[in-house]
């Protein structure tokens, strides 16, 4: 049985919008899987629908079933009790994850308190392991610290070390590097990989790169205009025969190449692509 097995999942906004069409995927325990498209295509809301987290007037319809357990029918407080038990969540900017009035201490500390009833000294130990394991060197002093303090990439290894800390057997990772500098995000991937492998648990890794996907990734779903339209072993994307990936592929920003990416789907590409992919030309 799969961690996660989602399928017919639609996603709809308030005014009856599509945002999500009959998504199919799954997520095999110890797995890492990637979900690459263009900036809309649906992937973020596809990580909000597993995670229960879909904003206000958004709704989703179908099945999200984890180790066989239908989610989408929980109550609000059961969602959050799952979430809690299983999930940890890294977004994309550290800083909206946090509390800028409330130290690095109290926000790794905070849900093991308040959801597994720790005391506040287990829950320090715990929180110095955590630090030490995604690479902090003075845990003592880091944790009484503000998030201004730190930068991008410290915080962003703190927010990785609370999500790691309920010890969740999912990690839902949306372009968790996307906000860093060049030269931390290699160090975050790297960090994010490590974790996961060596905990055995799996892994949705949502990006833009998709040279990132095919080299962090065991399997790779590829969204266009809220569908999956292809999916491929990672090792194998460079192959794909879908006109969209192919697309995709062509348009990498390369050393010769470089500037603003995708910009080689041209409009007449795109028709083609939407007439293979929604059947008939533009929605
Ligand atoms: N609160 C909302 N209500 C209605 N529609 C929304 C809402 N938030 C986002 N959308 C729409 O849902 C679609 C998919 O958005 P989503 O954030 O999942 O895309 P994405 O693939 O993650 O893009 P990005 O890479 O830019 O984050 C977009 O067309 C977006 O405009």
Redesign the pocket.
């Known amino acids: 049985m799969s961690l996660i097995d989602i399928s017919n999942l639609n996603?709809t906004?308030?005014?009856g919008?599509e945002?999500?069409t009959n998504g199919g995927m799954r997520i095999d325990h110890g797995e890492i899987v990637g979900?690459i498209?263009?900036?809309?295509?649906?992937?973020?809301?596809?990580?909000?629908a597993i995670a229960g987290l879909?904003?206000?007037?958004?709704r989703a319809r179908g099945s999200i079933r984890y180790e066989g357990e239908e989610l989408t029918t929980l109550s609000r407080a059961k969602y959050r009790a799952f979430r809690d038990r299983e999930l940890g969540i890294v977004y994309?900017d550290p800083r909206a994850s946090v509390n800028p009035v409330h130290t690095l201490g109290d926000f790794l500390t905070e849900s093991l308190r308040v959801n597994r009833r720790m005391s506040r000294a287990e829950a320090r130990e715990r929180a110095f392991a955590a630090c030490r394991e995604v690479g902090l060197s003075d845990p003592e002093q880091q944790l009484r610290a503000y998030p201004y303090q730190f930068s991008g990439g410290m915080l962003q290894r703190v927010v990785i070390a609370a999500a790691l800390i309920t010890e969740p057997r999912l990690i839902l990772a949306?372009?968790p590097t996307t906000a860093l500098d060049v030269t931390r995000q290699a160090e975050v991937v790297a960090l994010l990989r490590d974790q996961v492998r060596s905990r055995g648990i799996g892994m949705m890794f949502?990006t833009?790169d998709l040279e990132l996907a095919a080299a962090l990734c065991d399997r790779v779903y590829v969204?266009y205009r809220?569908r999956i339209v292809d999916e491929s072993p990672a090792e194998r994307l460079d192959e794909s025969t879908h006109l969209y990936t192919r697309a995709l592929l062509k348009a990498r920003p390369t050393l010769e190449r470089s500037g603003n990416r995708l910009t080689t789907i041209t409009e007449d590409l795109r028709m083609r692509i939407d007439e293979e992919v929604l059947g008939n030309g533009a929605r």
């Open positions: 996603v906004a308030s005014d919008t945002i999500v979900v498209g263009e900036s809309g295509s649906g992937k973020s809301m596809t990580l909000k879909l904003p206000g007037g958004v994309q949306d372009e949502i833009h969204m809220g």
